[in-house]
């Protein structure tokens, strides 16, 4: 979680589905702290945390139509792994994948989130 003052402007919520993966609800940043790195560093918090704990994967599930969250997640190594879901009539979810193998082990690999 993430803070402004006494307000909060991210959060990330972690699910564990087995014992190697592990289901990661979509990340939030509050629209007025957006392009300050506050989801960035939240992502990289997540996955050096989940690697740390031995979780050889990372999933969660994007919106099709939402092409500015997919754009995010993509940006940083996560790959939409063909697995989809209907949510409702009209909308369709994309299950994303991502190794947190490289984050074992690494002081810094916080800092390289993003980096091939």
């Known amino acids: ?5 006494t307000r909060i ?4 919520v972690i699910r564990v589905r ?8 979509p990340l939030y940043v509050a629209p007025l702290h957006w392009q300050w790195g ?12 989940l690697a740390r704990m031995t979780f050889d994967t990372a999933t969660l599930w994007v919106l099709a139509v939402n092409r500015r969250t997919r754009a995010f997640y993509e940006r940083f190594g996560w790959m939409p792994d063909g697995c989809e879901k209907s949510v409702n009539l009209d909308m369709t979810e ?8 490289r984050w074992s082990g690494s002081a810094n ?7 091939p």
């Open 1 to 5: 979680m993430t803070s402004e003052g």
């Open 9 to 12: 402007s991210g959060d990330r």
């Open 18 to 25: 087995r014992q190697t993966s592990a289901n990661c609800a």
């Open 38 to 49: 506050l989801g960035k560093r939240l992502l990289a918090a997540s996955l050096h945390g």
């Open 94 to 101: 994309i299950r994303y994948r991502i190794s947190t193998r």
């Open 109 to 115: 690999a916080r800092n390289h989130l993003g980096s």
